[in-house]
Each structure stands twice: as structure tokens, then as C-alpha cells.
């Protein structure tokens, strides 16, 4: 089961930011939290993971509060092709356990 | 060009058939993954290899049989096909264990 809780569906204004939340409250010391969407009809994508400390990337930044029991991940500059379901997944980095995708969100971009 | 292929995009198939499909990825990625995806969306893994070794085999009917012919192809061989099996299957890759899933375009398996 996946160990983290996200709103069904968010809506967002092409061009403003888009802030996506999720909760982990049972995250253990050497879990990361990952982001993956998947836009319609494709296959899931990579987006960030981090462990503690802020992360950004060329497509997001991913904020952790400091107890690790909640995330954001925000999309500077949405456009209407960020249209996905938006997956949090909270995964040791020993690799031997594998990505458990939840219900995600999803996420509409609005012109 | 493709980093992650899976063959063929869309397969149609009656009952009680044995179908195949196929994955690359020119990566150079040493672990490759196999994902389900259902009816309501979720997305499950089913298998995952690592340098042609089986790391992850999730509870997976036994019709259901991956092989690796080498690093670069998991290829996911599904006798008797059952209603059931009515999905899209993913093909997905990582450098190793640890990083970043890439992932193909998916499989739509339809059983009639």
C-alpha cells in the first residue's frame, strides 16, 4: 500500500504556480520521497526526489518540512502541458524495494 | 530516438492465448522493471531485473514469465491470457537500483 496521502484532483491557472501536496507521516529515517507524473495515455515520468533538504530541478522544486512529514512539489510556470496525475512515493534508496505508485493527483492546468 | 521501447503498442487477443512483449531500452541502464497498470489507474509492479537477474517478483500469477536476454531487453511472456490480463503494461529502466525510473510508452493488452 502506498504510505502517502494526496488531494484527489488541483486546479491551476497556466503561468501561476502549482503547488502539490503530500502527506508521509509514517516516513522512516532512510525513506526518500519521489515525484513521478504521468500525462495522459504515456507512461509515468520522473520529476525530483529528495530526502530532507530542499531539491530543484530544470522541471520542479521539491520542498520537505523539517519533521519529514509532508512535501510539496511546485511548478514555477505551470502550462496546459503539465496536465497529469501527479504521484508522491515515499521509497528506501536500497533499491530492493520498488516504487509503490498511489491514487496521485491530478492535476488540471487551466488557460 | 527511444530511450525505452515496448512492442508492440497495442495487442488485441482472445482468451486463452500466449502473447509476448517486448522491451529495449539504449540506456545503458543495468535494471529493468515491468509495471501494471489496471482498469482504475493503479500502477503495480510486477517484476524487476537487475544486470538479467530477477530482484522483485511481486505476487504474479506463474502464466506470467519475464526473460532477459541481456541487460538491454526485459521481455514479459503471458500464457493463457485471462480476462483479467486487460491492462497497459509498462516497461520501465534505471541506471541501477537506486535512481530514477525511465519508462516506455506502455502495452494496451485487450482480452476478447
Known amino acids: 500500500d502506498a504510505k502517502t496521502t494526496q488531494p484527489t484532483s488541483m486546479d491551476c491557472a497556466e503561468g501561476r504556480a502549482a503547488n502539490l501536496p503530500c502527506n508521509h507521516s509514517t516516513i522512516s529515517g532512510n525513506e526518500y520521497v519521489y515525484w513521478y507524473r504521468q500525462i495522459h495515455s504515456q507512461g509515468p515520468q520522473y520529476i525530483i526526489h529528495?530526502?530532507?533538504n530542499n531539491e530543484t530541478n530544470e522541471m520542479a522544486s521539491l520542498i520537505i518540512t523539517e519533521d519529514r512529514k509532508s512535501s510539496t512539489l511546485i511548478l514555477p510556470h505551470a502550462t496546459l502541458r503539465d496536465t497529469a496525475v501527479y504521484y508522491c512515493i515515499v521509497r528506501e534508496f536500497s533499491g530492493n524495494t520498488p516504487l509503490v505508485f498511489g491514487k496521485g493527483t491530478r492535476l488540471s492546468v487551466i488557460a | 530516438d527511444t530511450a525505452v521501447s515496448q512492442t508492440p503498442k497495442y495487442l488485441v487477443t482472445q482468451m486463452g492465448n500466449d502473447k509476448s512483449i517486448k522491451c529495449e531500452q539504449n540506456?545503458?541502464?543495468?535494471?529493468m522493471y515491468w509495471y501494471k497498470q489496471d482498469s482504475k489507474k493503479f500502477l503495480k509492479i510486477m517484476f524487476s531485473?537487475?544486470?538479467?537477474?530477477?530482484?522483485i517478483n511481486e505476487t504474479v500469477p506463474n502464466r506470467f514469465s519475464p526473460k532477459s536476454p541481456d541487460k538491454a531487453h526485459l521481455n514479459l511472456h503471458i500464457n493463457s491470457l485471462e480476462l483479467g490480463d486487460s491492462a497497459v503494461y509498462f516497461c520501465?529502466?534505471?541506471?541501477?537500483?537506486?535512481?530514477?525510473?525511465?519508462f516506455g510508452d506502455g502495452t494496451r493488452l485487450s482480452i476478447l
Open positions: 520501465a529502466s534505471s541506471r541501477d537500483r537506486e535512481q530514477p525510473q525511465h
Open positions: 540506456l545503458g541502464h543495468d535494471t
Open positions: 531485473y537487475n544486470n538479467k537477474e530477477l530482484i
Open positions: 529528495g530526502l530532507k
